[in-house]
């Protein structure tokens, strides 16, 4: 095997989540393409080709087809020998392009996002297409074992052909507890990091920040990191930020590459979410050390052991959900920096990018026979 493609719906996806997989494939002399939208990130690769056609969040049937048709034109000029694509119309229409020009591809289900929390017309038809897109892929790859059990209870892939990597890799080096000595400081700080997307629970912890600040008024602060992701129809605005601040129950931080120094100054990191892949967001907060609440819900649940390192409360409860933020609030450091080991030592035994990317090595190498 020679040329290897990567296809996502972004560039940034892309660089924040494949790079250590992308560089393992170039250091064994593999020909890597990166197939995505561009942006600000796709300098970073060495041979990109951009897609102009792909919508992430349109339902226009005929750009869709034009996408299709795009992904068709791409593999037939540079010839991969093996395709991997992740998210959804990624997974979609370039698996079907490489199942119409015979090309081996392993699709990753990273996450079922707002298509299937909220049940839908969209849900059949996504379902459909999924089915038709991966009947000949050779491995589908899921983050957590709901995702998986969907869509083999619903026939949308055959046994043979699921398998499970758990996430997509952190860094233990580039996240690590060494970089917050002595960093913390009062007030007491919940971060949030995350798309603002009501999906990912951000009314929750909003709303459980307001009972917080009303029981303990500036002993403690809700800071909310992350980009509005005006394209998905799960959307926060801008309009409900501002009322947010101007209310005095969050602090907006904006949009930073590097979140480590945030992470250092969180007490806690909390995501909300209803439905996961793998929250990568918490997997980072867990190998720099720091306590997490999340909900008990897929993909979530996998990285939380409810009392060890941190707590597991029910989705879309913002009482179990502030309960949860108030017992953190009281435990006294000392317990807090115990579930902060037990995450660290969780993300290094089971959530590791060196894990991740052999797993990716082995599947790569057993496609190949």
């Not at 020998?81 to 990753?108: E, H, M, Q």
């Not at 209803?274 to 993909?299: C, F, N, Q, V, W």
Request: proline share 5%; net charge positive.
């Amino acid at each position: 095997m020679k040329t290897i493609v990567l296809t996502s719906n972004t560039s940034w996806s892309m660089w924040n989540f494949r790079k250590g997989l992308m560089n393992a494939l170039l250091e064994m002399g593999y020909d890597v393409y990166v197939v995505v939208p561009e942006d600000e990130y796709s300098k970073n690769f060495p041979k990109f080709i951009p897609l102009k056609n792909l919508d992430r969040k349109g339902k226009n049937p005929i750009k869709d087809a034009k996408l299709l048709l795009e992904y068709i034109s791409i593999y037939r000029r540079i010839k991969p020998d093996l395709v991997l694509s992740f998210t959804i119309k990624p997974n979609i229409y370039s698996s079907l392009a490489c199942r119409i020009l015979g090309i081996r591809c392993i699709s990753t289900i990273t996450g079922l996002g707002y298509v299937f929390v909220k049940k839908s017309f969209l849900t059949k038809l996504v379902s459909f297409l999924y089915k038709i897109a991966l009947a000949k892929n050779h491995k589908v790859i899921f983050l957590n074992p709901d995702d998986m059990k969907l869509f083999l209870e619903n026939s949308i892939v055959n046994k043979e052909k699921g398998i499970i990597i758990k996430g997509e890799g952190v860094n233990t080096n580039h996240f690590s507890p060494e970089l917050c000595k002595n960093s913390q400081e009062s007030p007491f700080v919940f971060l949030m990091v995350s798309r603002l997307l009501w999906d990912k629970g951000v009314g929750e912890f909003v709303s459980a920040g307001r009972l917080l600040k009303k029981a303990y008024e500036e002993k403690v602060e809700l800071w909310l990191l992350g980009p509005i992701d005006k394209g998905n129809p799960s959307s926060v605005s801008e309009q409900d930020i501002r009322k947010w601040e101007e209310e005095g129950i969050v602090k907006y931080l904006g949009v930073f590459d590097d979140v480590r120094p945030f992470l250092c100054k969180a007490h806690c990191v909390v995501l909300p979410s209803y439905r996961e892949g793998i929250p990568r967001s918490l997997l980072e907060a867990m190998a720099m050390g720091k306590p997490i609440i999340t909900t008990d819900s897929p993909g979530c649940r996998e990285v939380c052991i409810d009392g060890e390192n941190g707590f597991l409360v029910k989705p879309r409860d913002v009482q179990s959900l502030f309960k949860a933020m108030e017992t953190m609030y009281k435990l006294s450091r000392e317990q807090r920096e115990d579930m902060g080991r037990s995450g660290r030592r969780l993300a290094l035994e089971e959530f590791s990018e060196e894990r991740v990317i052999k797993a990716y090595l082995g599947i790569i190498f057993g496609e190949e026979g």
